[in-house]
């Protein structure tokens, strides 16, 4: 009754955790676009997309990921081989194990009606299964802790996982193990199905027999055990339901455990030790099921979700679709590392101490902030940090085994964390130029809004030009010096001559009608007012901010004016004046 009530709440807890998770997908708020969306816009775009897809070439592409990325982990394999084969066997095995003997009486006896669990082929690959998941637990401890990774990192989850995967292996072996050599549990058998007729003398047969082949460890009998009487064992055996049962050494991890206990076999099995540990197998077994989505044991079922969706959508998808698969994707990620372990930026991490800056661990602080929770200023700030130190190389992209996009989640947290933590970092970043790549997928105020609050935080102490052109309010501070390279003598745009060679080439500049009225100083104006020391001018340009340092002057200026490095370096100068202000 107790058993049966247990597993009834944890298929409850399960069913619900579910039912929530996939509720979040419809329902959080991740992209800008995503904001003035409701629950049914999004549903109604997820149900049409799968339609679609279904009834469309697509779900040839769909099942050739679901398998070849899915189950057999493709891009495992080509990024790393030995992180491929503990996935392989942890997963592979424990998930087999699952199918075959947890859900034995929905599967296994759907596909073979004579299926035992104390029967061959069956007791043979549960044992074979589950020797596979321990080994790969054994070498992703190797790995985690032994090997040390670089970058790699371990949460409170990574060890739950761990231990909940151990606990569960571990006791179903020791547990088999002990099963073996119980007498109790052979007195139970004998009573269920050997139906014995002739009393004593049978059952010292059977007995003797089963201490022989299948080594149950009984009290000693009064006399040593003839061949006549394991013989007659045999055919009562033979006779009976308990022929239904194959050698234990097929079991061969049980086995061998029991070989072990088999000197105290009988003291653990008076006190109850086999019973004490099916309960702690079964109650790990449910704990686990219980809290599967709530953990990231779900990636098992988000993670192939995650890869077949990717496969069939792109930046022209329905935004409410997009939306949603990026809620998935949140969780879709198990915490491998293989992102941060390519991370172009993740060097810097040694140096900075930030694990933020980390893409594993980014991605992390990302659902909290996604899901709402109260981040402090510093939590904020470290995430931040991790957001605009971003050079956008798409390689965590390109090796996510999860096929998460990730450098769409990080366009879309950089954009949510300027609308509250502000947005001076992310425009001395290469942010600015990926964003300005990415301008029509952002309304114009959502586009414009962080800017104009940098203008305003980092020019308010410097004069900007007039509507005429003519600066206004010059102190008239002179003798700028901004070295590129302490070994130069002299800066690059001393040698400018103001060919206006940066300004023609400017895709900023070629944005306005009027350049000069949105933008104030133009590129080649900025080198000449650096050169004649007028600070104010320099630093007081709405091109400053505005520019999204894809290098095109400073590549096609004919005097080598290291242009958009003179205006990164100006936007540190604005910046570290303005702090001390």
Request: hydrophobic share 45%; glycine share 6%; proline share 6%.
């Amino acid at each position: 009754m107790a058993f049966t009530i247990s597993l009834y709440a944890a298929l409850i807890i399960f069913a619900l955790g579910l039912i929530y998770k996939i509720g979040t997908w419809f329902t959080r708020k991740t992209t800008p676009s995503s904001q003035d969306m409701t629950t049914t816009q999004r549903l109604t775009a997820g149900i049409k997309g799968m339609i679609l897809t279904i009834f469309s070439k697509r779900i040839l592409t769909v099942i050739s990921v679901f398998i070849l990325d899915g189950i057999f982990q493709r891009k495992v394999f080509r990024e790393n081989r030995f992180r491929w084969l503990i996935h392989i066997l942890l997963y592979g095995g424990f998930m087999l194990l699952v199918l075959m003997h947890a859900l034995d009486n929905f599967i296994t006896q759907a596909i073979n009606p004579d299926y035992a669990s104390t029967l061959n082929p069956f007791m043979f690959l549960r044992d074979l299964f589950g020797a596979l998941a321990i080994i790969g637990i054994v070498l992703a401890l190797y790995r985690r802790f032994i090997m040390k990774a670089p970058r790699l990192t371990t949460t409170p989850m990574d060890t739950y996982a761990i231990v909940i995967v151990a606990v569960i292996m571990l006791s179903g072996i020791v547990l088999e193990g002990v099963k073996i050599t119980s007498y109790s549990r052979y007195q139970q058998m004998v009573e269920d199905y050997a139906g014995l007729e002739e009393g004593e003398e049978d059952y010292q047969a059977l007995t003797a027999f089963w201490v022989k082949e299948f080594h149950t460890v009984a009290p000693p009998m009064e006399e040593p055990a003839s061949p006549e009487l394991i013989e007659a064992g045999r055919e009562l055996h033979e006779m009976s339901c308990m022929a239904c049962h194959s050698k234990p050494q097929w079991a061969f991890t049980g086995y061998l455990i029991s070989r072990a206990v088999s000197p105290v076999a009988l003291p653990i099995d008076r006190a109850g030790i086999p019973t004490l540990l099916w309960y702690i197998h079964v109650l790990a077994c449910f704990v686990g099921l219980a809290y599967l989505p709530f953990s990231k044991f779900i990636h098992v079922i988000t993670t192939p979700l995650s890869l077949v969706v990717n496969s069939v959508m792109d930046a022209t998808s329905d935004p409410a679709t997009i939306a949603t698969r990026q809620a998935l994707e949140l969780d879709a990620c198990m915490h491998c590392g293989t992102c941060t372990n390519r991370c172009s930026v993740g060097v810097i991490y040694e140096h900075i101490g930030n694990p933020a800056i980390l893409p594993s661990e980014k991605l992390a602080a990302l659902k909290g902030y996604i899901r709402g929770e109260a981040l402090d200023e510093e939590t904020l700030q470290r995430i931040g940090e991790g957001a605009y130190l971003c050079t956008n190389c798409h390689r965590c992209t390109d090796v996510c085994p999860a096929g998460i996009n990730l450098e769409e989640l990080w366009f879309t947290m950089r954009e949510r964390l300027m609308e509250q933590a502000g947005p001076t970092p992310m425009v001395l970043s290469p942010l600015s130029f990926f964003r300005g790549l990415n301008q029509e997928r952002l309304s114009e105020e959502a586009y414009t809004q962080p800017l104009t609050q940098t203008r305003a935080a980092l020019t308010a102490s410097y004069p900007l030009l007039t509507t005429t052109g003519e600066p206004v309010a010059l102190t008239g501070e002179k003798g700028l010096s901004i070295p590129l390279h302490r070994s130069d003598p002299q800066p690059s745009y001393s040698v400018c001559f103001e060919c206006q060679t940066c300004t023609n080439v400017c895709p900023v500049v070629a944005s306005y009608d009027n350049p000069q009225e949105v933008l104030g100083m133009l590129p080649h104006q900025i080198m000449h007012a650096a050169s004649l020391g007028i600070r104010d001018l320099a630093l007081g340009s709405m091109m400053l901010w505005d520019c999204v340092t894809c290098y095109q002057c400073q590549e096609h200026c004919p005097q080598g004016v290291k242009v958009t490095e003179v205006l990164y370096e100006l936007k540190n100068l604005a910046i570290k004046n303005r702090a001390k202000a």
